[in-house]
């Protein structure tokens, strides 16, 4: 545990306390007139109606309630009744691959499932690019990218080694530094596709 989170649990307690010990001490008839008194008699009043409901009316709402819960239920998805899909207006643009990128760009810095999901879309790219500028199909790039043998830089083949380094620390450290000598790699590559 950090400091700030212990500093913010102690202060935490500390005011809880305070506010109790204030309540019983000083501030103990507001709290009996103000809450207890109105809960407890809601309560005796609730039961005092309920004790005069006859007990087959009690029992018939017991039993009839959840069986047309699963009555309706029932209707719903044994018998096939189709909705009808709502048209939704969508009053946001749709984001394209590039948005997506730049916004995990920016998150992947902080956030360990960014940089992964990152080093994903940029490795679906990187075996698209293998795979038009050698004329395979997208398995055989796939086992290309995969070997490392496409690309001839090592910290490109360490960025896209993400499953053995995936739980890793310094992984977040380093990785702004690896982004970039990927991207500017795979530019390169793909100007010579």
Known sequence: MNTRRAIILITSL???LCVTIAFL???QDFLRTAILDP???GYYTIRWYALRVPEL????IITLVPALFLLRAYLRVFTGAVRQPHSRVLLVPQKDDLDILAE???RAHHHVFSRLRLTGELAALAIRMIAWKEGVSLEEARLRFESGDWCEKPIVRQFFDCYKLRYE???GRNFGEQLEQTISFLEDYQRRV
């Open 14 to 16: 500390l005011l809880t």
């Open 104 to 106: 995990l760009v920016g």
């Open 39 to 41: 809960v407890i008699t």
């Open 169 to 171: 620390r310094r992984r």
């Open 25 to 27: 001490l000083f501030l």
């Open 57 to 60: 009316w009690l029992w018939s």
